[in-house]
């Protein structure tokens, strides 16, 4: 891998609130000695996928490659494979920096006089600045192809039994064909040819339900927009699991803290992102399916071949020098661990509204993100455990996690070694290990049916008398506080 040098840098520049296009992002990592930048020729053909994984698990930068065989095109990727960057990426230096403000935002309470009234105007103005702006003209279009040829963007096989080149980073706009609304959502996309993909739109995914109602309407064809690069929060931001209903591009608003400017597609009636770097505007035929897969999926294996929409591209818009951005997923960790961490940090107040008593909680990068759920309770009453676990499963996304596993607000579940130690300590395997049934992600290949499956909790809490415990519970070890800080002063005179 070859860098490109820096001719004196300088000091680090600051992290802006948001980026106004994806090369700006670029920029401020070469700038932080964050990007490397690769001008050998590599192969689209898992060449890059092999060298991306590499480098995620080195926790190297992200790479640039400007020479990819049979593109002429640059691609990006990494950009978001470590929780620095991914900060970076939706503009703060830490994450917990929008969990702070979203948890400020959610906690506010009526105002009862002028002064509560004053000091909630800077959480109202960053909501009511988030919604997106319509402009007229935008770099996504500075170039317009009404022949679109996908066969000249670095697309990417990931995976030797994948069934072809793959846009894993896509941006899919969708509209409500009844409410209006906007969805914006991340589904893989198998390049079959120059002018259609395949639109891995699962059972339980938003635009499988807009083409579902499209068709009950009577329509043949609903109109869909992809948009690839453009401000890295927008990829973030269509990755994450809001409410349905909630537009991904104002909540991309309130984390940049300025609305996304959008502009009208050309050819089809959706707007699009004014920074990305490339629109494929088209449509989806509603009566048309057509074998997809199989693909390297985030859990690690191979999601098997089945029959998926297709996406006709009628037209291709870009910048004049676009950045062709892209993802690699499979066994953990991958780039995408990093995607995931994001939303578990930034949703979790969202989690505590609703279920106050939840302390903390962790999604292994492990566990996939949907097979495994370690959360730390403020435990009040009896069984309180259980309960949280069929409450977890009753809420939107979660409703996918496979294992969940309840301790006291006293365990760190950050730290899975101390869950482990503490959950194995606390079960009685019979009597705090209970199973339910329900929706399962159509990925999982162990379930017994397709996306139906079973579900395990575990509750590792410290049992009371009230739920039938009629032993003494013994006190965790801990050392004297005194003694532990004259031996800590101790040991760092005996070199130890």
Partial sequence: MSAAPLTDPGPAPAVPAAWDDLPAFVRFLEARGELRRISREIDPVLEISALAQRAVRAGAPALLFERVKGSRYPLLINAYATRRRMSWALGVNDLEEHARAILALVKSQPPSGLLDKVRMLPKLARVATA???????????????TEPDLGKLPVLTTWPGDGGPYITAPMVITRDPDKGSRNVGCYRMQVYDGRTTGMHWQLHKTGRRHMRRTKELGQQRMPVAVALGGDPVLFYAATAPLPDGIDEFLFAGFLRRKPVELVKCKTIDLEVPASADFVLEGYVDVDELRREGPFGDHTGYYS??????VFHVTAVTRRESPIYATTVVGPPPQEDASLGKATERLFLPLLQMTFPEIADMNLPVEGVFHNLCLVSIKKEY??????ICHSLW???????????VVVDDDVDV????????????????????????GPIDVL????????FGGKLGIDATRKWKDEGFTREWPEVLKMDPAVDARMAAMAKELGL
């Fill in 394 to 404: 009753g809420m939107g996304q979660m409703m996918f996690a496979k294992c969940i």
């Fill in 382 to 387: 009896p069984h309180h455990a259980r309960k």
């Fill in 414 to 437: 950050q730290n899975p070694g101390e869950v482990v130690w503490r959950a194995l300590n606390n079960i009685d395997a019979k009597r705090d290990v209970f199973f339910a049934e």
């Fill in 131 to 145: 919604t997106p702006k319509i402009v007229r003209h935008a770099p996504c279009q500075e170039v317009v192809e």
């Fill in 444 to 451: 999982d290949h162990a379930s017994q049916a397709f996306g």
């Fill in 304 to 309: 098997l071949a089945d029959d998926y929409p």
